[in-house]
């Protein structure tokens, strides 16, 4: 039998960065999926772990018998998950030697570690194969690891029996997962997360697993009902970075200059609240859709300037806010920054003001 679980990208609206030092933050899942399908073989079989990241054209596999002398006997337990130890990291970057990986996308490494992890710690050393697609672009800001770590615990989960889903209508429909089942594929996506990205804040993992629009902070989520449309536009500067790196550069910013850095991180997160006040607010007629809309405009304007504060900014993204300013639209970053993507608000039709935007 095969098993697929797909799950959403994501933009941030205001507080990345912030939110892993404790500030609020507004994110909301987008319409791009990663897909992860898994079909297992014998249990106890001499086959292989494989992994086909259909996009890439890139196949890996481990024999059985090479992840059991690396790991050991793994049972596999689809509970609560422990996290990686550095000893399991140490192991999986051994089963990484001699696998093919373009030096161009070396990054690939610890998404392989990601996905040896939460393959054996859910399944043990059982053989099966899982291919990965996807509608996002890697390293853009929008929420492609988490997307993989969140539909790779689902599938492997639901192989597993540790979760079912609730049932849907047709054969050919996605089926949803209830909420105790929700939590516990986050919090395995969450473990895949800290491999790849060492200190996230569970942003991601948290709103590609709930989907919607959340307000998250401290690793507690509150969802967001916006009663009017919240039309933004996507730009892909196509200039890639390492959000590793970035939230590296951001804590060690913070560890120089405590205090102004800690005046940030507050401002931060007073405009996440703000903003996430006046996406629930019902603006019932022109007037208090174009108040709104101003305040939304004004709240991602702050955003934006304390995002530089932090130091990720990236002439690309400079490129994008100068450009969408001459239309009078206002863009910030959404994600790590230093390239990526930037999010531009865009106002109701009747309040354009020159840009014509066609879908």
Not at 152 to 179: D, H, P, Q, R
């Amino acid at each position: 039998m095969e098993v697929r679980a797909r799950a959403p990208g994501k933009i941030i609206l205001a507080g990345e960065h912030a939110v892993v030092h404790g500030s609020a933050a507004v994110a909301a899942a987008i319409d791009l999926y990663t897909t992860s399908s898994l079909r297992l073989g014998e249990d106890g079989g001499a086959g292989a772990v494989e992994l086909d990241l259909r996009d890439s054209g890139l196949t890996f596999s481990w024999p059985c018998s090479r992840v059991r002398a690396a790991l050991g006997e793994v049972a596999g337990k689809a509970g609560a998950p422990t996290p990686c130890s550095p000893d399991e990291l140490a192991a999986f970057a051994k089963l990484l030697e001699g696998q093919e990986i373009p030096e161009a996308k070396i990054w690939l490494s610890a998404g392989l570690s990601a996905f040896l992890f939460l393959y054996t710690a859910i399944l043990g050393c059982r053989p099966g194969k899982a291919v990965v697609t996807s509608d996002l672009p890697i390293g853009a800001g929008l929420g492609s690891s988490a997307a993989f770590c969140v539909s790779m615990s689902g599938a492997l989960l639901t192989a597993a029996g540790a979760v079912g889903v609730a049932g849907g209508s047709s054969a050919e429909e996605w089926e949803s997962f209830g909420k105790d089942d929700l939590e516990l594929v986050n919090q395995w996506a969450f473990q895949g997360e800290k491999i790849i990205h060492g200190k996230p804040s569970g942003i991601d993992n948290s709103v590609s697993t709930f989907g919607s629009m959340i307000k998250f902070k401290k690793g507690e989520l509150t969802n967001l009902k916006s009663r009017n449309p919240v039309k933004m536009l996507i730009t892909d500067t196509r200039v890639g970075r390492n959000t590793k790196a970035l939230l590296a550069g951001v804590s060690e910013r913070a560890s120089r200059h405590p205090d102004a850095m800690a005046s940030v991180f507050n401002a931060v997160n007073s405009v996440s609240e703000e903003l996430s006040s006046v996406i629930e607010l019902a603006a019932e007629d022109e007037i208090a859709i174009t108040s709104r809309e101003d305040k939304l405009a004004e709240l991602m304007e702050m955003n934006q300037g304390l995002l530089q504060c932090m130091g990720v900014r990236h002439s690309s993204i400079e490129t994008v806010l100068r450009t969408t300013l001459k239309y009078s639209l206002v863009s910030k970053l959404t994600g790590a920054g230093g390239g990526g993507c930037v999010l531009t608000l865009i106002p109701t039709p009747s309040r354009n003001l020159g840009l014509d935007i066609h879908q």
